[in-house]
Nanobody, 126 residues
């Protein structure tokens, strides 16, 4: 049984930084594609960063240059470093993973992923 548990969210002022973590059991991040999504109230869930098995990453245009996705294969943990936070970054952040098509490129599409965490809240004040 796969379980993804996010942590690291919080309330910060604009311009600050956070590092989100996603600890996994039941799968190994070294073997799967993974991603971070976010959902703000009243908005659809959107992919912000994704990584393939080899560590290649892609980002949504809105976060390019400010967000960095990474993984620690020893700790089996996925990270999202968020810098220069903006009020529009306020959302629930979810990590996701899938063993399907492990050879494929990273994806920001929700339907690419089979396992999801419960989310961690990020709130940015101006």
């Amino acid at each position: 049984q796969v379980q993804l548990v996010e942590s690291g969210g919080g309330s910060v002022q604009a311009g600050g930084s956070l590092r989100l973590s996603c600890a996994a059991s039941g799968l190994l991040f070294r073997d799967v594609r993974s991603a971070w999504f976010r959902q703000a109230p009243g908005k659809e869930r959107e992919g912000v960063a994704a990584m393939d098995v080899g560590g290649g990453a892609i980002y949504a245009d809105s976060v390019e240059g400010r967000f960095t996705i990474s993984k620690d294969n020893v700790k089996n943990t996925l990270y999202l470093q968020i810098n220069t936070l903006e009020p529009d970054d306020s959302a629930m952040y979810y990590c996701a993973a899938t063993p399907r098509y492990s050879w494929a490129a990273p994806s920001l599409r929700q339907n690419s992923y089979t396992s999801w965490g419960q989310g961690t809240q990020v709130t940015v004040s101006s």
